[in-house]
């Protein structure tokens, strides 16, 4: 199997339970202690952009349509981390240094894997 698609796998799979468990902790106001807080943070629409993206990569990764998801993810994901590195809590969103910097950590990884999988359909 291709790395860009065990990627998103991974990345829509920690995606989807994150995202889930934010919300679910919210609807039963169940807060955490430190560190786990951090993990799951209580904001709700951080948490539906954590499901719709899991969604997205799903139905892509169903479509067979990854290197199209890899280019929308990495750029997504770069531009709001490094949207997050210039604008405190953006939209409204509890990200601190540490969430910007995974955003461009994840980001760049998708990047790369989806620069060489699309190089390598070419030849």
Request: without cysteine; hydrophobic residues 55%; positive net charge.
């Amino acid at each position: 199997m291709k790395q860009l698609q065990q990627f998103l796998r991974l990345i829509g799979s920690l995606l989807l339970m994150q995202g889930s468990m934010v919300i679910l902790f919210l609807t039963f106001s169940i807060s955490l202690s430190s560190p786990w807080s951090r993990a799951i943070r209580p904001d709700l629409l951080h948490g539906w952009i954590h499901v719709g993206w899991a969604m997205l990569i799903w139905l892509g990764l169903k479509r067979g349509q990854a290197i199209a998801l890899g280019w929308s993810f990495s750029l997504f994901y770069l531009l709001f981390g490094l949207l997050g590195l210039a604008v405190h809590h953006p939209w409204g969103l509890l990200l601190d240094s540490g969430e910007n910097l995974f955003h461009l950590l994840v980001g760049s990884i998708s990047l790369a894997l989806t620069i060489q999988q699309a190089s390598q359909k070419q030849t």
